[in-house]
């Protein structure tokens, strides 16, 4: 990181910060120091890495290259380490609205993101509008945001995404062991199969009914501290790496919620195929989210898929609510609205 002492830059000093060790850029006369945000750039690294050292002021406007929202601008500000010299100041024409993007940046008024937020939201007095409009303004951290201060309750919210996998294939063995003891192999195969194609359906149910409740929730702090738990603050800190797939004890208690159901409908033998099909659909999508935020590809459907994600964070949460895929989507009118950016 730079020295902050030293709040004067000149151009030919930003320019020589242009790789992952050390990456500056120049915004309306302003430094900045992107060095632990370019891993987490929701368009990836390599396309800040393109800009290393150089001044992104029209290219943040440029469609071509990405217009930014005025949540970028939020986000960048966090990174401002000081200005250009005098001597190397450019002047730069307004944006058609007549005011500079980082103008138009609100001063902080909900949660100090460097401080534990559990605590924050159970003593806040949000109304239920302020706290919609913020939750869904996205912030960052080039670190995992500490939830609670107590240590235990902390570890609890922190899922890396390996564990995913560690935690629920031993229990999908267990589920397929004991269903071949009720239903012959081809019938388990067969519920395995519905199992998991069903998963997508109801990924898509869960992200826009559940976890999109939203506008539904009442009025009151505790309707908002639950909202914050379950999904607000992936809105909140969608880049933060240790809470983008879910954790095990919140995972269990939805499954057990959704076995529950399932048990109405299916025997014993097929209720444990399905449920182990869910089960892996379910894997697979949560590993397929941490990618959708961290991975990159040249691969166009891949690349297409997690643009289509990440703006679901950036642009519209009330759209987009396929993470694996945009088909329900397409099916029940939810895709984004085209708007010119």
């Given at each position: 990181m730079a020295d902050t002492k030293q709040r004067e830059y000149s151009r030919a000093e930003v320019a020589k910060h242009d790789g992952k060790g050390a990456l500056w850029v120049i915004r309306?006369?302003?430094?900045?120091?992107?060095?632990?945000?370019?891993?987490?750039?929701?368009?990836g690294s390599d396309i800040l890495m393109q800009f290393g050292g150089q001044d992104i002021t029209e290219a943040m406007r440029d469609s071509d290259v990405h217009a930014h929202a005025i949540q970028a601008y939020r986000v960048l500000k966090d990174f401002y380490i000081g200005e250009v010299m005098a001597e190397d100041r450019v002047a730069y024409e307004l944006p058609a609205s007549g005011k500079d993007e980082m103008d138009c940046v609100e001063e902080e008024e909900f949660l100090d993101?460097?401080?534990?937020?559990?605590?924050?939201?159970?003593?806040?007095?949000?109304?239920?509008?302020?706290?919609?409009?913020?939750?869904?303004?996205?912030?960052?951290?080039?670190?995992?945001?500490?939830?609670?201060?107590?240590?235990?309750?902390?570890?609890?919210?922190?899922?890396?995404?390996?564990?995913?996998?560690?935690?629920?294939l031993p229990i999908v063995?267990?589920?397929?062991?004991?269903?071949?003891?009720?239903?012959?192999?081809?019938?388990?195969v067969v519920g395995f199969v519905f199992g998991l194609l069903s998963w997508s359906l109801?990924?898509?149910?869960?992200?826009?009914?559940?976890?999109?409740?939203?506008?539904?929730?009442?009025?009151?702090?505790?309707?908002?501290?639950?909202?914050?738990?379950?999904?607000?603050?992936?809105?909140?800190l969608p880049m933060d790496q240790l809470r983008l797939v879910m954790p095990p004890a919140l995972s269990t208690f939805l499954a057990l919620q959704i076995l529950a159901l399932l048990s109405i409908v299916f025997s014993a033998g097929m209720i444990h195929a399905v449920s182990a099909g869910l089960l892996i659909g379910y894997v697979l999508y949560d590993?397929?989210?941490?990618?959708?935020?961290?991975?990159?590809?040249?691969?166009?459907?891949?690349s297409?898929?997690?643009?289509?994600?990440?703006?679901h964070h950036y642009k519209d949460f009330k759209a987009g609510f396929g993470i694996t895929s945009d088909f329900w989507d397409r099916v029940f009118g939810t895709e984004f609205v085209a708007t010119a950016d």
């Open positions: 309306g006369n302003q430094v900045f120091d992107l060095t632990t945000f370019h891993t987490d750039h929701p368009g993101i460097h401080k534990p937020l559990f605590m924050q939201m159970w003593n806040s007095k949000f109304t239920k509008e302020f706290y919609l409009r913020e939750v869904h303004r996205p912030r960052h951290l080039p670190r995992p945001a500490v939830f609670f201060a107590n240590p235990l309750l902390e570890t609890l919210t922190r899922t890396p995404w390996w564990f995913i996998p560690i935690y629920w063995c267990t589920l397929l062991y004991l269903g071949v003891q009720y239903e012959s192999t081809e019938v388990m109801l990924e898509y149910s869960m992200h826009r009914f559940v976890f999109h409740y939203d506008e539904n929730i009442p009025e009151g702090t505790l309707a908002q501290v639950a909202h914050f738990l379950l999904h607000g603050v992936h809105h909140f590993e397929c989210h941490y990618w959708l935020h961290h991975g990159t590809s040249q691969n166009k459907r891949l297409a898929l997690k643009t289509y994600h990440l703006r």
